[in-house]
C-alpha cells in the first residue's frame, strides 16, 4: 500500500499497531491546513505548557500527524526541545507506538502515527528543555 502523506521531516513509526491485530487503515486524507484539536494541558510547576493539534482535525483510522506545541509560562514558543509522544487506546493497549517528534524550530513539533483503530485514544507527551520538564496527555477520538 503506497503512503498517501509525503515522508518530509517526520518520523513515521506506528506499524507495530497492525501487528496487534487491530482495523486495517484507512489512510485519512492528510490536510493542509492544521487546526487546533480538543485537548490543552494545565500549567506545570516547571513552567511548560502544551498543547496537541491533529491533523486532520477529526483523525480517521491510519496516519495522523500529531503537533505539539511547547511555551514557556509567558506563552512564547520554545524551541529546541525534546519531545516525545507515544499512544494508545484508552481501554486496551495497541502496542509500542512511540517517537520523539521532529523540531519544527517554530516551538511546534511533529510526528506521524498511525492510530490503526477507531475509537479513544491518550496522546502522551513529554517535552525537556534546558533545566524543564513537561508531561501531559491529551484525548483523541480516532474515527
Ligand atoms: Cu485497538
Same mark, same amino acid.
Given at each position: ?30 490536510? &493542509? ?7 490543552? @494541558? +494545565?500549567?506545570? #510547576?516547571? $513552567?511548560?505548557?502544551? =498543547?496537541?493539534? /491533529? !491533523?486532520?482535525?477529526?483523525? &480517521? ?7 505539539? @506545541? +511547547?511555551?514557556? #509560562?509567558? $506563552?512564547?514558543?520554545? =524551541?529546541?526541545? /525534546? !519531545? ?16 520523539? #517528534? ?26 525537556? #528543555? ?14
Amino acid at each position: 500500500m503506497a503512503l498517501k502523506i509525503p515522508m518530509r521531516a517526520f518520523a513515521l513509526v506506528g506499524l507495530l499497531a497492525l501487528a496487534a491485530g487491530c482495523a486495517g487503515m484507512d489512510m485519512a486524507a492528510h490536510r &493542509a491546513a492544521m487546526t487546533p484539536s480538543s485537548g490543552s @494541558s +494545565v500549567p506545570k #510547576a516547571s $513552567g511548560l505548557r502544551m =498543547t496537541l493539534m /491533529t !491533523v486532520p482535525k477529526d483523525p &480517521a483510522v491510519g496516519n495522523v500527524e500529531l503537533v505539539v @506545541s +511547547v511555551m514557556d #509560562a509567558n $506563552g512564547d514558543p520554545v =524551541t529546541g526541545a /525534546t !519531545v516525545r509522544i507515544s499512544a494508545d487506546m484508552t481501554d486496551h493497549p495497541m502496542g509500542d507506538l512511540s517517537g520523539e #517528534a521532529a523540531d519544527q524550530g517554530t516551538g511546534r513539533y511533529s510526528i506521524v502515527m498511525n492510530l490503526g483503530m477507531a475509537g479513544e485514544w491518550k496522546i502522551m507527551v513529554k517535552a525537556a #528543555a534546558s533545566r524543564e520538564e513537561a508531561a501531559d496527555e491529551f484525548p483523541v477520538t480516532v474515527k
